[in-house]
T-cell receptor, first 115, second 110 residues
């Protein structure tokens, strides 16, 4: 099992460009999450999904959109990138059966720089 | 006040030492607590859950104090491989709200 994979691993964008980050998991997890991690800020939840076809806003959703068309995939879109979106983006997944454990499995991260 | 607060450190300790981290949380209705470990430039991974009765996993002990609203992580006999950032995680709102602390950096020195 690959677990949680993220594509791409690195990306440099110019202000105003758009891009999509892809997250895929092969553990048949219901829940998927997108976080960003910045120095001194910790991990902050951008959007999450509790199942195929559903999405919800997290703590810092502005400037991002998401889609969960297939259970195994969770896409994060930046329509018009801004320098403030320079960050490391982590995708994670978890099973609703393990809510008490809340073990989130993270992907390796995408390092995004917006110039 | 931040929802979850941690001392970012770094904590520099010699091999074999015992070190403890605390994490405070502001929402008294929080229901679940966890410690994650994150190595440099890597993804976070679950270290252990934190139960009201306290729990131990080898050299690691986690405790919850609901009255004072903090959780703790104790590492005994520190190893070089324990060097990492330890993230406190608090879950509330019916498992819908997961809040990570900024992490405490531990450096174990030979």
């Amino acid at each position: 099992n690959a677990g949680v994979t993220q594509t791409p691993k690195f990306r440099v964008l110019k202000t105003g460009q758009s891009m999509t980050l892809l997250c895929a998991q092969d553990m048949n997890h219901e829940y998927m999450y997108w976080y960003r991690q910045d120095p001194g800020m910790g991990l902050r939840l951008i959007h999450y999904s509790v199942g195929e076809g559903t999405t919800a806003k997290g703590e810092v959703p502005d400037g991002y959109n998401v889609s969960r068309l297939k259970k195994q995939n969770f896409l994060l879109g930046l329509e018009s990138a801004a320098p403030s979106q320079t960050s490391v983006y982590f995708c994670a997944s978890s099973s609703y059966r393990d809510l008490d454990i809340n073990e989130q499995f993270f992907g390796p991260g995408t390092r995004l720089t917006v110039l | 006040r931040k929802e979850v607060e941690q001392d970012p450190g770094p904590f520099n300790v010699p091999e074999g030492a015992t070190v403890a981290f605390n994490c405070t949380y502001s929402n008294s209705a929080s229901q679940s607590f966890f410690w994650y470990r994150q190595d440099c430039r890597k993804e976070p991974k679950l270290l252990m859950s934190v139960y009201s009765s306290g729990n131990e996993d080898g050299r690691f002990t986690a405790q919850l104090n609901r009255a004072s609203q903090y959780i703790s992580l104790l590492i005994r006999d520190s190893k070089l491989s324990d060097s990492a950032t330890y993230l406190c995680v608090v879950v509330s709102g019916g498992y819908q709200k997961v809040t990570f602390g900024i992490g405490t950096k531990l450096q174990v020195i030979p």
